[in-house]
């Protein structure tokens, strides 16, 4: 049997890895994913003190430690029962809505966007940030680098550091911030409120009001029905540091709403033997393979499955951003009753009002009158026991489940990773492209293009488990023939 | 110059991380619009995370031909190790770049368990649907074909345990400003304006501890326990935490951070490494809590470390793979299987 192995730009490096096997026929039998790493976080936490998770977890992502940094304060607190003061609250929501700024920021301007704004036919050394300038202007660059620069700087007020925060504990927050810092804060969140308008209508001008986009984002390549999740606050809004899960079918009907304790009636972890990523899938389901629609438990957990999961967002431009997705992609509700984009390119669309809503939220906890009150940590006064705590990290929904002793020295871990939802869908995806693009055992240069925009729509950040940056997946096609010898070899940064 | 003259060759430069977060390529990212500037100074030959780039070609270089090379992140897996290997050979100077090349950093708190146990644990954990007990495999028959993983090695290893390392650069991650002002020494001594190091220094990183940059007042006040940061609402914001009786690690950590942790209320947790001239990190920090142990009997000292609730976590959570715990060979039985 023919073989394909897409690999980074090596298979020393340790990225993701596609293996892609042809039958006698030359058309695609099969299609791997492998994620070739594996740290064990789980097994080493064991034995420590839990009110370290928090720092200990940061590490598992560099990208990400803000996501790893706050789910890990929420779980301990629910070991101790503790309920941190308002303040502490909102100080912890505050770091992590400037973390979503910044990191959809890199995303779209870096990463993703690039495909649309400079175009997904322009060479590869074009599609990058430095591409988006040349189309967009020279001010773009600037405005990117300080959407980044102030908003890791509020992390770095709040939390103590731009990246790996230190200041979330079980119970709050080990200090609280002052008017001066409040008012730099406020600055930054108004700024980057803009900086998302800004950025929503770049979009519109360049990908809604140009048809060969248009028809790329509702074309078939990128189009998968599966149940989606989303975290959603007490009006079934996209919240991203606390609520409860909302479960989309494909369908358009919201089959449950499952608090953090309860997440083992509704996640359930498929392993398989070539890699060392796990598969998590819809218990209630079940494990059906890598295949879409209602019967198969693959489910998506992307700013685009956030969207579908709920039923709106809490603030008022990030809504009306919301309303005009939906009327522009799905005008007509699915048989369950809700409007659903199933076409995966406009997960790029759902990220900017994302980061829109998250300089909303910014400008709302900045100006809270409490926001500076010195009351920011409760002491827990229950014995600690077992806690479990979700937050949305910007790859997807994060549970972190912690057992301890009576001293709060942590007896089991239980952890499930943002881009780690996306696994079964993403090696879908790559199964797709790979179907659409080979033949006859020819290659087009497209799958290249296919399958690094199908990786880019989902953000991998397998960093988690590969240490590549989100969307940063350099790819190496190498055909072989019969025999083994390679015939071709493709190489694209992705 | 004449239109055949070739201009001068721009040193190269190699950024890779192994088995590593991402922290530490955000972190030089983070240098911000200086990073045109490190475009302009060097031929970046290899930073798989932010621009493209082939092995084969790093492979086709000639021995020593990378000026210097970054390496960031620990060694894990048999690729890992083929690869740092292969830079090693390729680069006139290796550095190792952060806590995971340089010392282990968490993830080298894995050493504590043998490989099997990490496998029990991860592919069990209470969500997982494993009924048949699969683990994975370096060489899987998949119906259409043999699939291959990396072998997920026995033990976590830092660079300087599987190549020759030139300069440390410390930290989780290296705070970005210290980065640049390496990157401009290193600059500098390319254009023959600033010596380079000598080999085997510590660069973007002071020579004291990070009690040193603290700003948090110290009055030679003994402790008669320990506390945990659950244990109260709040601490002074301006007295030593170490004196009001939180574990922190500040007394055996380099400084060069700018003690950002303690000023947010949080004890340093010891991500810089070993301050200057520390053999064993763990070791100095326990000779720095018993100097503040108001004690005078030995059981009563050991009533006052008992509230160290995880010693190996609080001597050695960054170290502990370079450490003489786990530093050396497999401590596991079966080659570290078990």
Not at chain 1, 150 to 162: A, D, L, S, T
Not at chain 1, 177 to 187: F, G, L, S
Not at chain 2, 58 to 77: C, F, H, K, Q
Request: glycine residues 10%.
């Amino acid at each position: 049997m023919e073989r394909i192995t897409i690999d980074p730009i090596t298979r020393l490096e340790g990225h993701g890895k596609i293996e892609v096997f042809l039958d006698k026929q030359g058309e695609v039998a099969n299609a791997y994913f492998q994620v070739p790493e594996l740290r064990g976080f789980e097994r080493f936490c064991v034995g420590r003190p839990v009110e370290e998770m928090p720092t200990l977890t940061n590490r598992i992502c560099g990208v990400c430690p803000e996501a790893h940094h706050i789910a890990a304060a929420k779980a301990a607190d629910a070991v101790y029962k503790v309920d941190p003061p308002r303040t502490a609250k909102m100080l912890r929501e505050l770091l992590y809505s400037a973390f979503y700024v910044t990191d959809h920021t890199t995303h779209f301007y870096a990463l993703g966007g690039p495909d649309f704004v400079v175009g997904p036919d322009a060479p590869a050394a074009e599609r990058n940030i430095l591409g988006v300038i040349a189309k967009v202007g020279m001010d773009i660059g600037g405005k990117v680098i300080e959407a980044r620069r102030g908003n890791h700087r509020v992390i770095e007020i709040i939390g103590g550091r731009k990246i790996h925060p230190a200041a979330a504990v079980p119970g709050g927050m080990t200090s609280a911030i002052n008017e001066e810092q409040r008012a730099e804060i406020e600055k930054i969140a108004r700024q980057s409120v803009e900086f998302g308008q800004f950025s929503l209508d770049l979009f519109d001008k360049i990908v809604l009001g140009n048809d060969a986009f248009r028809e790329l984002v509702l074309g078939d390549t990128y189009y998968h029905r599966t149940y989606y999740i989303g975290l959603l606050d007490a009006d079934k809004k996209v919240n991203f540091y606390d609520g409860k899960v909302g479960v989309m079918s494909p369908d358009g009907e919201r089959i449950g709403i499952y608090a953090p304790a309860e997440y083992r009636d509704w996640i359930a972890e498929h392993v398989e033997p070539w890699t060392y990523l796990k598969f998590p899938f819809l218990k209630k389901v079940g494990w059906k393979g890598f295949t879409d629609g209602v019967d198969s438990g693959v489910y998506c957990a992307t700013p685009l499955s956030r969207l579908n999961a709920a039923d709106g967002m809490a603030t008022p431009l990030a809504q009306a951003a919301y309303e005009r997705f939906y009327e522009t992609l799905a005008p007509k509700p699915e048989s369950g009753g809700k409007r659903i984009v199933h076409h995966r390119l406009a997960t790029h669309w759902a990220r900017l009002i994302e980061l829109l809503y998250a300089a909303e939220r910014m400008v709302e906890l900045v100006t809270d009158p409490e926001i500076t009150s010195p009351d920011v940590r409760a002491v827990p006064t229950e014995k600690p026991t077992e806690g479990v705590a979700i937050v949305e990290a910007p790859r997807g929904t994060l549970t972190h489940h912690y057992w301890t002793d009576e001293r709060g020295v942590l007896t089991k871990v239980n952890l499930i990773v943002g881009t780690t939802n996306n696994y079964a869908p993403i090696s879908m995806s790559i199964k797709k492209a790979a179907e659409a693009f080979i033949h006859k055992g020819q290659v087009n240069q497209g799958l290249l293009n296919r399958v690094e925009m199908a990786f880019r729509l989902y953000d991998p950040c397998l960093g988690c488990a590969t240490h590549s940056l989100p969307g940063q997946m350099p790819l190496q096609v190498v055909i072989r023939d019969a025999d083994g010898e390679v015939v071709d070899d493709l190489s694209q940064h992705c | 110059m004449s239109p055949t003259a070739k201009p001068a060759a721009k040193p190269k430069l190699a950024i890779f991380g192994a088995g590593s977060c991402g922290g530490c390529d955000v972190a030089i990212a983070n240098i911000y619009e200086h990073i045109v500037e490190v475009g302009d100074a060097f031929e970046i030959v290899l930073w798989p995370t932010i621009m493209d780039g082939k092995y084969a070609d790093i492979e086709a270089l000639a021995d020593g031909d990378i000026t210097i090379a970054l390496i960031n992140g620990s060694m894990r897996t048999e690729e890992t190790v083929h690869l740092a290997k292969l830079l090693r050979r390729k680069s006139k100077l290796m550095v190792a770049f952060g806590s995971c090349a340089s010392e282990g950093c968490i993830p080298g708190l894995a050493n504590l368990s043998s490989r099997r146990e990490i496998f029990d644990t991860v592919y069990a954990t209470d969500s997982t649907d494993n009924p048949d007990g699969v683990r994975p495999t370096w060489e899987y028959k998949a119906p259409e074909g043999t699939l291959h993983l990396p072998e997920f090695e026995p033990q976590l290893r830092t660079l300087e345990q599987v190549v020759d390392v030139d300069y440390v650069i410390p930290g989780c991650p290296p705070e970005s400003e210290q980065i640049w002002a390496v990157l401009q020494a290193v600059v500098a001594a390319l254009n023959g304006t600033g010596p380079l190091p000598p080999k085997g220094s510590v660069l973007g990183a002071g020579t004291s501890t990070v009690c040193d940059e603290c700003d948090r007042k110290r009055d030679v006040k003994r402790i008669d326990r320990f506390v945990r940061i659950t244990d109260q609402a709040a601490f002074d914001p301006e007295i030593c935490l170490l004196e009001q009786g939180l574990p922190c690690n500040g007394p055996a950590t380099r400084s060069g951070c700018g003690a950002l942790c303690p000023a947010v209320g949080a004890p340093c947790i010891g991500c810089y490494g070993a301050a200057e001239g520390v053999v064993d990190y763990g070791a100095r920090l326990m000779s720095a809590y018993a100097s503040v142990i108001s004690a005078d009997k030995t059981d009563e000292i050991d009533t006052i470390l008992d509230g160290i609730v995880d010693p190996a976590g609080q001597f050695y959570r960054f170290s502990l793979a370079t450490s003489l715990l786990r530093g050396g060979r497999s401590a596991w039985k079966n080659g570290g299987e078990e």
